[in-house]
Structures are given as structure tokens and as C-alpha cells.
């Protein structure tokens, strides 16, 4: 073999593996990119989960309430109006979040109504409802703080050298992080409520 | 609650034969340990004679004295060491437990099961076997605690690897899967995988939470993300940052069957009584009054008692 010859397969062979090496941390970046993603979207199903357990509260909230506080009809009818648009299943993620934050307003003004109801506050299914609600609360808490680890992980990994250029191919954007709405923060606040 | 409080109702009027017998061994244990001190110096003077005029015998029977002497005051201080001990216990402790808590049961030789203790998943190896005494369970507000001072064996069952105090209490939500919050200064990488390995945790993952003060202090391991953080809300991981510096120690803490666990070295076997001051020292008793009273801050500090969640 003529030394030009040898010069031109050692070429071709080190473009070979340095090819085969860029296409194995192409598909390694490309998987944990794909992991990451799901991981967002299994954590975003979390919320779901809870937000569900919630909205199948308002039913019962509501028939305790009306038992006790007849005149508020208008906030009991907004609030299972806003129920029922929240479990269409072709609502989109969006206008998901912004059901959800009006749904936590009309419950907060539930909440501040039955204030004015004493007997209503006292009684034990009203009790056992705020319960399961602050329980609720909580654990929705804690899936919005997962969702949000998991999608400022997810944000880093794509945006970050040389993931981007394969999160590019794969048409990857960046995720908004779940923000409590100052309408949430007054309004939801459970534990206030009940040591006032 | 306050100390001075309690010394003046229930120990300060306290001048009785208890005191008068930790006296008297007292008044024997320094003689001894004074004769110790001559003779071992007479021995040595009398060594050095004896080289030089070569004849050992008085060196020889004088050698014995300092073990007779140091032998008869370990004597003194354990045999009134048993002779107060449980006394102590039930006059001293007892009512300083009953004034912290409420039911109390104390067992002064027992300790806390071994089984709650590897259940706990906190030390760092398998505990074969444990020693302890000065068992509490006790119930402060909602929340029942039980307590002991334990000291941790591993597979030889003689050494100790871990001496301190170990708190098992009722935790205020609801949980199935296990978190646990090492001290990062107690915590190994290969932790996790041994604790899946062995089975004593279900696919552990290290948990990220967003709380950079406790992320440096603590390194949580957890079956479930989201459950994790259920527990350790962002006003628990405050509270228990603010503990742990407040003990000043390496604490950890786990989350396993609806229990809360806490381990925190301490080297000093609490809640005995000393033969060197008075039995009714005031200095003294507030150091175990302190002790005692840690466990009560930890569940005022920690919110155990708040039961507006589901458990009732």
C-alpha cells in the first residue's frame, strides 16, 4: 500500500469514528432531552390530578353552603359554571390555568362569605370540607413545586450547549414555570381563614 | 414553662438523705482518689531508690497500693452510683418530665426498639444491636413522642458507631412512601443506591427542592417527588433549618409509616446523677431540664402539634 493511500484511510477512518462518536452523544443528548420533556409532562398530569380532586370539592362545598346561605345564590352559580368549563376535556392547557385561578377566586369568596355565617363555619361537614380542602391545597402545592423543578431542568437542558442545537431539530421551546396568581395568594388562603 | 419555676416547687426544698449519701461517697471517693495520687507518687520515688540500691522487693508490694486506692473509688462511685440511681430518677427526673409533658411513661432501663430505629433508615449502617437507657414516650399537645439515648451497634456487636439521642414522633399529614433528610456532613453518594439495593427504600431519587440554604445543610432522598414535598412544604424546610441550628448539631430527620424521626449525636449520657456536685445542683438539673425541654421546642418549632390537615 502507497503512503498516500495510508494517509487517506487513516482520514477516512478518524472522520468515521469522529462521526460515530458525534451520533452517539447526538442520540444520548436527544434521549435525555425526550426524558426530560416527559418527566414535564407526567408532573403537569400531577397537577391535574389535584386540580380534579378539587374540582369535585366544589359540588359538595356548594350543597353545604346553599344549605346554610340561601342568599348567595350568584357566587355558588358562578363556581359550578366555572367547574363545569374546567372538566371539558378539550380545554386547553392556557385557558386550563386561567380556569383554575378563577376557580380559586370563587372559592376564596365562598370561603369569605361563609364568614358570615357562623352557624355554617361551626358545622362539622363545612369542617370536614375545609379539611379536605387545605389537604388538597397542600398537595397541589407540592405537585406545582415539582412541575416547576422539573420544567427549570428541562429549560436548562435545552437551552444549554450543545443540547440547543438538537433541541432545535426536535422543535423544543422553553416552558413557563407555574406562577401563583395574586389572586391565589389572598384569596386561597385556607389556614387564615380558619384561625380567624 | 421555666426552669426557676420548677427548681423552686419542686427541688430546692429538697435537702434530704439522697444528698446526704452522695456526700459521704463523695467525702470517700476524693480520700481515695487523694491516697491514689501519694502512693503512685511514693511508688515511683521509691522505684527510682530501689534502682539505684537494686532490691525490688518493697517496690513490689507497694506497686499494688495505687490499683487498691483508684479499685475502691471506681468502687465508691458505681456502687452509690446504683445505690441513687434509681432514686434520682424518680424523684429528679420523673417530676421534671411530668412538669414538661403530659402521660408520660418513663423507663429508665429501657430504650427505644431497635426496629424503630432501622425503620428510620437515619444511621448510616445496619443496626445490629443497640444499647440505651432512659426510654420516654410522652405526648406534648397533639403529637406523642417517644425518646431515648441509644448507643448503635453495627455487625460486631461491642462497637458503638453511633451515640445520641433518637426521637420517634407522630407526624401531622398523612404519607406512604419514605423521605429522608441527611445532614449532607453524614451523607455518602453511595448512600442511595445501597439504600435500593437493599430494599429498605422503593427506587429512592434524590430530591431537588428550591431552597438553597436547605440544599446546602441537607441531602433529601425520596420514593415519591411529589410526596416529598408534600411533607417538607417551604415552611417545614424553614422550621427545620431553624432547628438544626438551633441544637447545633448534625440532625437528621426521616419520614417513614406516618412517623417523624429525628437522630442528633450527643456524646454525654444524659439524665444520671453526678457524685462530684449535689445531687440537687441547679446548674446541673438545667442542663437535663434543657435537654428535656429541646424536645419540646422541637415540637412547637416544627408545628407537629397543628392538626388542620388530615389528620385529626
Known amino acids: 500500500m502507497s503512503v498516500g493511500l495510508g494517509i487517506f484511510v487513516a482520514i477516512v477512518s478518524i472522520i468515521f469514528i469522529v462521526l460515530f ?32 380532586k378539587r374540582y369535585d370539592l366544589i359540588p359538595n362545598l356548594v350543597s353545604v353552603v346553599q344549605k346554610y346561605a340561601q342568599h348567595e345564590k350568584s357566587i355558588l352559580e358562578e363556581i359550578t359554571k366555572l367547574r363545569s368549563q374546567a372538566l371539558d376535556k378539550n380545554i386547553d392547557n392556557n385557558n386550563k390555568v386561567d380556569l383554575d385561578n378563577k376557580i380559586s377566586k370563587a372559592m376564596g369568596n365562598v370561603l369569605m362569605t361563609v364568614e358570615n355565617y357562623p352557624i ?16 388538597i391545597e397542600a398537595q397541589l402545592s407540592a405537585s406545582r413545586r415539582y412541575f416547576n423543578t422539573a ?29 401563583i ?16 | ?45 521509691l522505684s527510682v531508690l530501689t534502682l539505684i540500691y537494686s532490691d525490688f522487693t518493697a517496690v513490689l508490694f507497694l506497686v499494688v497500693m495505687p490499683f487498691y486506692f483508684i479499685g475502691t473509688a471506681i468502687g465508691v462511685v458505681s456502687r452509690l452510683k446504683k445505690h441513687i440511681k434509681f432514686r434520682y430518677k424518680k424523684e429528679i427526673i420523673l417530676p421534671m418530665l411530668n412538669y414538661l409533658y403530659e402521660d408520660v411513661k418513663y423507663k429508665s432501663y429501657q430504650k427505644i426498639s431497635v426496629n424503630l430505629i432501622r425503620k428510620s433508615l437515619l444511621l448510616k449502617k445496619y443496626v445490629h444491636t443497640h444499647k440505651g437507657d432512659d426510654y420516654i414516650k410522652c405526648r406534648i399537645g397533639n403529637a406523642i413522642i417517644q425518646f431515648s439515648e441509644i448507643e448503635a451497634c453495627g ?29 449532607k456532613r453524614d451523607y455518602t453518594n453511595f448512600k442511595k443506591s445501597l439504600l435500593n439495593l437493599s430494599g429498605d427504600t422503593n427506587e429512592a431519587e434524590i430530591i431537588k427542592l428550591e431552597d438553597s440554604v436547605f440544599n446546602k445543610k441537607f441531602k433529601v432522598i425520596g420514593e415519591n417527588q411529589i410526596e416529598s414535598r408534600y411533607i417538607l412544604s417551604t415552611s417545614f424546610m424553614q422550621r427545620l433549618l431553624d432547628y438544626n441550628n438551633k441544637m447545633k448539631k448534625n440532625v437528621s430527620f426521616s419520614f417513614v409509616d406516618n412517623k417523624f424521626f429525628i437522630v442528633m449525636p450527643n456524646a454525654k449520657n444524659m439524665l444520671e446523677p453526678t457524685i462530684l456536685k449535689s445531687i440537687y445542683d441547679k446548674e446541673y438539673i438545667e ?26
Open chain 1, 21 to 52: 462518536l458525534m451520533a452517539i452523544i447526538g442520540v444520548f443528548i436527544r434521549n435525555s432531552l425526550v426524558r426530560k420533556r416527559n418527566e414535564v409532562e407526567n408532573t403537569y398530569a400531577g397537577i391535574s390530578v389535584q386540580l380534579k
Open chain 1, 120 to 135: 355554617l363555619k361551626a358545622s362539622d361537614s363545612f369542617i370536614a370540607l375545609q379539611r379536605s380542602l387545605n389537604e
Open chain 1, 151 to 179: 420544567v427549570t431542568e428541562y429549560n436548562n437542558a435545552i437551552q444549554v450547549a450543545p443540547n440547543n442545537f438538537i433541541a432545535d431539530i426536535m422543535h423544543l421551546t422553553a416552558k413557563n414555570v407555574f406562577e
Open chain 1, 181 to 196: 396568581s395574586e389572586t391565589e395568594k389572598q384569596n386561597i388562603d385556607v389556614k387564615k381563614l380558619l384561625n380567624s
Open chain 2, 1 to 45: 414553662m421555666n426552669f426557676d419555676d420548677f427548681y423552686n416547687e419542686f427541688i430546692e426544698n429538697k435537702h434530704d438523705e439522697l444528698e446526704k449519701i452522695r456526700f459521704d461517697a463523695n467525702r470517700k471517693y476524693k480520700a481515695n482518689m487523694l491516697a491514689f495520687k501519694y502512693s503512685t507518687i511514693s511508688v515511683i520515688a
Open chain 2, 155 to 183: 455487625t460486631r456487636s461491642d462497637i458503638g458507631f453511633f451515640n445520641g439521642v433518637f426521637i420517634a414522633a407522630s407526624f401531622n399529614k398523612y404519607f406512604k412512601s419514605k423521605t429522608i433528610v441527611y445532614d
Open chain 2, 287 to 312: 442542663l437535663y431540664y434543657n435537654y428535656l425541654l429541646s424536645i419540646t421546642d422541637l415540637v412547637h418549632n416544627l408545628d407537629l402539634n397543628t392538626r388542620i390537615w388530615t389528620k385529626e
